[in-house]
């Protein structure tokens, strides 16, 4: 797992532009080579958490706030307290720069949902959660998307169709 700066990394905005080199770029980069490759970057985007502080319901985020007070995870418990006050973006809010980034750069990627239940391998906010199915929504009318199977469904019968229904819905 990589993680970028989102707004300063020059080695994320010259990875997405690579998909959108044409021939005579390369050709001009390597006149010498004997081979021509052509290629196409897909992008895809696993979402396991949508969000890590906001948006996940009062138990949760009371279950978390203690759990950060106890463990002394006191940058954990600046960053939820000020998210949750919307003095700052939660840090996994990236969906409106990424759309951003997509049209800058023409990039059509595919976003994996997890859409099972929260368990002690899912910590994904609940699928009927009102801001999630806004969230998939606003993906859904500019981009492909997928499952991204729940750790449960490696186990339980019939939970992988449950997903998918949840996401086709």
Known sequence: LIFFNWDTDERLKRYLKLGHETKTD?????????????????????????????NKGFSRSIGGFLTDLLKGEWRHLTTRINTLLEKQRDPFDVFERLQEWHQTYQITPIFFLLLGNHSNYDKNTSPSNIYFQRLIQQIVQHHTIGIHPSYQSNHLNNQLEMEIQQLTA
């Open 26 to 54: 390369r050709d001009k980069a390597d006149a010498t080579h004997p081979f021509t490759y052509e290629f196409e970057t897909t992008i895809t985007y696993d979402i396991d958490m949508a969000w890590a502080y906001k």
